[in-house]
């Protein structure tokens, strides 16, 4: 198993493309956190848009992570923002408006950020990550690897 990255600088501005991927076949425990991770994206990417403050975001995918019960393999947050710069503010992380500015930050049209909830047990870590761009009526998935657990088996 690993994890795999590929990125595109387009005039000086990045994305971000990271896929789960299985060397041969993959075991029940495997595709059980495998397909908790790309839901816990689905739900986060669903819950994105213009007006939405970054920590609903993360608050929705912690949610469902409380419900399967594996918060302790959640380890870090679920997006960020990325433009010229690969890691840029604000991070959809539900203490971000606490911890920087007191404010919780909005989503606002022509924003792009990289959406990759992970889960990472001892022995392996479960991570996709698309890029979205934040629209005037929703969004748009600029990266378009396919997500499911066999069409990422090589």
Not at 33 to 50: H, R, W
Not at 59 to 85: C, K, M, P, S
Not at 111 to 137: F, K, M, N, W
């Amino acid at each position: 198993m690993l994890v795999t990255g590929a990125a595109a600088n387009v005039d000086g501005y990045r994305s971000e493309l990271e896929r789960t991927m299985f060397v041969g076949e993959y075991t029940d425990e495997q595709e059980h956190y495998f397909e908790l991770m790309v839901e816990a994206q689905t739900l986060a990417i669903d819950a994105l848009g213009p007006g939405v403050p970054v920590t609903e975001v993360d608050r929705a995918v912690w949610g469902y992570f409380e419900e399967q019960g594996v918060t302790d393999l959640a380890r870090h947050h679920v997006g960020h923002n990325i433009g010229l710069g690969a890691r840029e503010p604000p991070y959809i992380d539900r203490g971000w408006g606490e911890r920087y500015d007191g404010n919780d930050a909005r989503m606002a049209p022509g924003q792009v950020y990289t959406i990759e909830p992970g889960l990472y047990t001892d022995e392996y870590g479960y991570r996709h990550s698309d890029t979205v761009a934040i629209t005037e009526s929703g969004t748009e998935r600029l990266t378009n690897f396919p997500r499911d657990i066999d069409s990422n088996v090589v």
